[in-house]
């Protein structure tokens, strides 16, 4: 489910002439045994509205004073965003003959023409007020408080994210809460501006229109609204005639896969800073390290210390926090089961609150891999909006596979990728335009549009992250470590890491160093397995020029630790 949250104005939207017909208040009640939250959101003060709607406690929460009071039906609990008006400030608005007027918790309240008479008292008491119209109403509120504000604060209470919310009303006021609401929606009687900024406009006005909203919301889920709510789909990268290729934020299950040095990690990283950016909250299964230092997020687990699953979901728990859980500490083996262990939890929390949006799988063939039993991922046949990044599609689970609709091929041979894709699928095989990429490029196979696999020029992260460092420097590099045999093969030295290769270094013999350094085997390690071109290419330069033991040895750890012991 995408909508968990509907926010509804009441003056001109839910209510007509004041009231609120029972039909109505049953399609709100239906509504909420659909597994959602309602939130009504209005100008009123509080006691004015609990007077005039009885019926109000079908709502999670209310939002009055035009975002100024959030109060909680179940509870009585009442928080205020504001200070309370200055009492002599409102007495000299009676005293200058402004009728009606009204003092709530935090707004002060009266009608058009008085609003010269009102800014002309704010300027005389000096205080920080705005004034916000709506239909004639003329609201004098805190800087900075609108309905917008009061939603987002009501939302963090409950564990919501804006990206879950559809937001209906009919007036000026109701702007804000429209243009941050995933989903905006005005009744037939909505004022045209309003109309303008909304994805969707009800046939019928009033009561009536956000009746239809409703039971379009129980039918649905407004998937068929989708279409027109472009504004919220994610950029993968551009086409070369620069058009941006774009997925919607929910119901996208991408495969990225391709060969190491291919480019999984910049577009992962850039792909992730736009989720940061626009306010999805997503975790990230980090494998080997590669995402620890990506701004905006917090690290569960390290390379000593697995990711422990109950500070996971207290983070989770803050709609806005987005998480990186560093599996290093865990074994191959036991990997497959901590993702399971993890996706129960995410996904119930995802099944009652819609989030995270994403959910990111690095190295996804060591996660769920094609050989576990098709049974033992159950979770994964109620996953969506993931991204899982492999070295070949048919290493991984058959469900992920299956449920995948948009597959990214980068590195070499991305013809082959989209073809063992596709056979693992059962799919007719696509015609491929090419066979070779270029740095940056991606060959996609977007399934939905039915479109033929083409090219993209994939995103770049603001902020470079440096490849598998953490791995390379305290990991486990496993097949791809290094060994030191010397020139009689009678050593089998391993050294998993680059740490753990400075320290063998330092004590094997002059013969045993030399013979790797003349064969140029440590650049050539670091080149081809540590995957660092400017490493590789400085230990090079002293491969070639430095032929004593005991200096080529320093020099080289120096190059070590200036790469991967300073600062990241």
Known sequence: MRYYVLASDYDGTLAHHGGVTDEVVEALKALKASGRSLLLVTGRELDELKALFPAHTVFDRIVAENGALIYNPATLEETTLGDAPPEAFVAELRKRGVQPLSAGRVIVATWEPHQDTVLEVIKQFGIERQIIFNKGAVMVLPPGINKSKGLNAALDAMGFSMHNVVAVGDAENDSAMLQVAECAVSVANALPTLQKISDWVTPADHGEGVMQLAARMREDDL???DSVLKRHYLPLGDRYDNAPFLVSPYGSNIILAGSSGGGKTTFTAAFMEILLQRGYQFIMIDPEGDYLELQGTVTIGDVAQPPALEPLMQ??????????????ALSMEEK??????????VLELRQHKGRPHWILL?????????EANPHFFTPLHAFTNYIAITTRPELLHQSL???????????????????HYASCIKAALPEIPIADLQKGEALVWHRPSGEAPFLIRTLVPQKILQRHKRKYAIGDMGPDSF????????????????LRFVEIAEGVDD?????????????????????DETLAEQVEKIEDKEPDAAASRDAVAQLVKLHYTGPA
């Open 483 to 498: 060994i030191f045999t010397g020139p009689e093969a009678k050593l089998q030295l391993k050294a998993s890491n680059l």
């Open 315 to 328: 983070l989770l728990d803050r709609p806005h926090q987005s998480v990186i859980v560093c599996t290093l």
């Open 401 to 419: 596979l299956d449920q995948a609709t948009t597959i990214m091929a980068v590195g070499q041979a991305p013809h082959e990728t989209i073809h």
């Open 336 to 345: 497959p089961a901590f993702l399971q262990q993890l996706l129960a939890a």
């Open 362 to 370: 690095d190295e996804a063939h060591h996660l769920a891999p094609a």
């Open 223 to 225: 998937l068929t609204l």
């Open 511 to 531: 013969d045993t160093w030399l013979y790797h350094l003349q064969r140029h085997d440590y650049s050539a390690w670091m080149r081809n397995s540590v995957n």
